[in-house]
């Protein structure tokens, strides 16, 4: 099960978040009441070229100072607060959400030509492994994840997201099977740029995650969506793959509908699934990418879960249901269905 | 005539499809529900002769285990409308989602436009129940996949010439029941255990009374779609995975 909604505004124009708050609430039968969460591109935009480093502490006595101590280290911290919340439902602060807007020292990465990213990536993914009682689950440029155990409506309420303005949302609601529900569980996944929110299962998450633990990004979420925001990261920062291509790698066609392809569809196929096959993911899901300047949704390659893109001027949605579009635009122009495997994109263009 | 009108503006399915059933025991003959978004189950389990009017957006698994009433949907369906569907009719005046008329034993459901993937997944038969399904768009890949009985109309009207279909696994593991495509199929489409050939006039008559009735629905001329040269798909055999699991 589990809900899924996104929505890009391409000419950048905000929306806050109460019209995806009644979207995904719509969707309540899919999740469980035990994770919810949202993702907003812009909702910084005072500290616009800082790094957001949104951080679950158990308390705020030995693993925040850790955790500051190690931002010092790296960079400095232009302004921290706790991020505001408003216990008014069922959702008790389990984890205290706090945020910091950082600037790395690029000074102290001089072997990477992304000193900056690297840093902060870097740092992640020591304070996930290293430091109990604190995890980082939000860490871009002028974007924010609100998510905990709760209702999508309880969320949205705990967190007010009605007063955050953002270009791009995606928002989603768990119904946990294979792992417990809890606060790190709850979708978005994010790293930098990419957030990404996933109904279904990733049945090769054992061989995705020795892939992607390859190359120094370490899975500690306890499921399987955590992987395909480090794949992204991977594929579309580091190997410059565009959308389009990334999605093929992760969500390639069979071979026997490569060999129904033209030449140079073929080739190009052939290529991404021979250099990628460890990042291709198999099993049943659907999912929504986003980053700064793209919405990027897709299911699997036979279609176990649903995928429905709404239509309406510079607005793209992507969604579980169309009744979930329908509620955030009752206007909607145009409701589809895209293929299995299809990348569907909506990329800003100002 | 009775008529009774629901207005379903953010009301969760319980309470909703509570008012249904009342009217039906209060023996209501129709039901108009106004603001559907994304209601589940709607008419689930009803028996009786009760029509109902959708107007929105209904949710997954409308008209399941559903006994006899007719659903007329005004708008998109979501998942598996039909599922497992014994009498009666669903009407569905746009597109619907995966797992059309899934496991459906009876009635018939008409889609005016496409429908998802899995369309008839596990349709049946058994003596006079013999579930039919028309789709006046097209369908995605698994279209009728272990298909066990009953009749799948496929007219892709969208198409004056249809192009040959090209969705994979199509009729994958049938062993009862036919399909029926209005213009060619490509070969690989087919799935293991399934078989094609031009459908013959006599073959012809089998659809015709459905055909006519998705007709008078959504606005057709029969004769234009039933003068159109069709692809009859049917089992190779009614065990098509005999040799796999046991040896005789």
Redesign the interface.
């Given at each position: 099960m589990c809900g899924i909604i996104g929505v890009i505004d391409k000419t950048r124009e905000t929306m806050d978040g109460s019209a995806i708050r009644e979207a995904l609430a719509?969707?309540d039968?899919r999740g469980n009441g035990e994770g919810a969460g949202y993702a907003a591109y812009g909702v910084y935009p005072d500290y616009a070229d800082l790094y957001a480093i949104h951080v679950f502490y158990d308390n705020i006595v030995e693993p925040k100072e850790k955790v500051e101590e190690l931002l010092e280290t790296w960079g400095m911290v232009e302004h921290d607060e706790e991020i505001p919340t408003h216990e008014t439902g069922r959702i008790k602060k389990v984890h205290i959400p706090w945020r910091y807007f950082f600037r790395p020292n690029r000074k102290l990465m001089p072997q990477s030509d992304t000193p900056e990213d690297d840093i902060v990536t870097q740092l992640v993914m020591h304070v996930n492994t290293k430091i109990p009682g604190a995890l980082v689950f939000s860490s871009g440029k002028n974007i924010g994840v609100f998510k905990a155990s709760g209702w999508p409506e309880e969320v949205a309420d705990f967190y007010r997201v009605e007063d955050y303005e953002g270009y791009l949302w995606i928002a989603h609601n768990r119904y946990p099977t294979n792992t417990a529900g809890w606060w790190g569980g709850a979708h978005p996944f994010n790293l930098l740029n990419w957030s990404v929110v996933h109904n279904g299962e990733i049945t090769s998450y054992g061989t995705n995650r020795r892939y992607i633990e390859s190359f120094g990004y370490i899975c500690r979420m306890y499921t399987d969506t955590e992987v395909v925001a480090y794949l992204m990261d991977l594929l579309a920062r580091k190997h410059r793959l565009s959308p389009e291509h990334a999605v093929r790698a992760l969500a390639p066609p069979?071979w026997?509908?490569i060999e129904?392809m033209e030449p140079s569809e073929q080739e190009l196929n052939t290529a991404i699934r021979l250099t990628y096959g460890q990042a291709m993911m198999n099993g049943p899901f659907a999912i929504a990418v986003a980053s700064h300047d793209s919405l990027v949704g897709f299911s699997d390659r036979?279609?176990l879960r649903?995928l429905?893109i709404g239509e309406h001027d510079q607005r793209l949605y992507v969604s579980s249901?169309?009744?979930?579009i329908?509620?955030m635009d009752p206007d909607v122009k145009k409701?589809s269905?895209p293929?299995?495997g299809q990348p569907i994109v909506g990329r800003v263009v100002a | 005539m009775s008529v009774v009108e629901i207005d379903a503006k953010g009301m969760h399915y319980t309470p909703l499809n509570k008012l249904i059933r009342q009217a039906v025991a209060d023996g209501v003959d129709e039901i108009v529900l106004k603001n559907v978004m994304g209601q589940r189950f709607i008419g689930d389990g009803l028996t009786g002769n009760v029509k109902i009017t959708v107007e929105g957006v209904p949710g997954g698994d409308l008209g399941m285990f559903m006994k006899g009433p007719t659903v007329i949907v005004k708008g998109n369906a979501d998942h598996a409308p039909g599922n497992t569907m014994d009498e009666g009719l669903i009407v569905i005046h746009g597109s619907s989602g995966d797992a059309t008329a899934h496991s459906m034993r009876g009635g018939r459901v008409y889609v005016r436009d496409d429908i998802g993937y899995r369309g008839g997944i596990h349709m049946k038969q058994y003596m006079e129940k013999r579930p039919v399904l028309v789709i006046g768009g097209n369908a995605r890949a698994f279209l009728g996949e272990f298909m066990a009985g009953g009749l799948i109309v496929l007219l892709r009207l969208g198409e004056k010439e249809p192009k040959p279909f090209a969705e994979m696994s199509l009729a994958s593991g049938i062993h009862g029941g036919a399909i029926y495509i209005r213009g060619p199929v490509e070969k690989w489409t087919l799935g293991i255990g399934a078989s094609a050939r031009e459908a013959t006039t006599e073959d012809l008559s089998v659809i015709e009374p459905f055909v006519k009735e998705f007709s008078e629905h959504f606005g057709y001329n029969p004769a234009d779609i039933l003068s159109s040269s069709f692809t009859r798909i049917a089992p190779v055999s009614a065990r098509p995975f005999a040799s796999k699991y046991i040896w005789e």
């Open positions: 719509i969707m039968e069979f026997e509908e129904r036979i279609k649903p429905v249901e169309e009744a979930a329908r509620t409701i269905m293929r299995a | -």
